[in-house]
């Protein structure tokens, strides 16, 4: 089981910027897909961004490109989501999961196995 931080979460106003980080305690961090997904209170958990093993491919949402910018670094154990054109819709707690599944991209919340507490993002008006 991946043990999964993030970090990065909080207040910044419409058309700001923020960057969240996901730190795995798993050695072998290289082999998972991993997966950026957000929750809204009462609302289902829904995908947002995503990035193969090697780093060589990525997935993001219709709304999330452009926008979103989800990378690793393997060496640190730790996959990024860069967010810049922040909208209030946006506000949300965003989730980092990981998977060693073979199914990619990894939309679906049942496809990954490990998930993280949660970091809060808000965004003002």
């Known amino acids: 089981q991946v043990q999964l931080v993030e970090s990065g979460g909080g207040l910044v106003p419409a058309g700001g910027s923020l960057q969240l980080s996901c730190v795995a305690s798993?050695?072998?961090?290289?082999?998972?897909?991993m997966g950026w997904f957000r929750q809204d209170p009462g609302k289902e958990r829904e995908f947002v961004a995503a990035?193969?093993?090697?780093?060589?491919?990525?997935d993001y949402t219709d709304a999330g490109k452009g926008r979103c910018t989800i990378s690793r670094d393997d060496a640190k154990n730790t996959v990024y989501l860069q967010m810049k054109s922040l909208k209030p819709e946006d506000a949300a707690v965003y989730y980092c999961a990981a998977t060693c599944g073979s199914v990619w991209p990894g939309r679906v919340v049942s496809e990954y196995n490990d998930w993280g507490q949660g970091t809060q993002v808000t965004v003002s008006s």
């Open positions: 798993e050695r072998t961090f290289s082999v998972y897909n």
């Open positions: 990035i193969i093993s090697s780093g060589d491919d990525t």
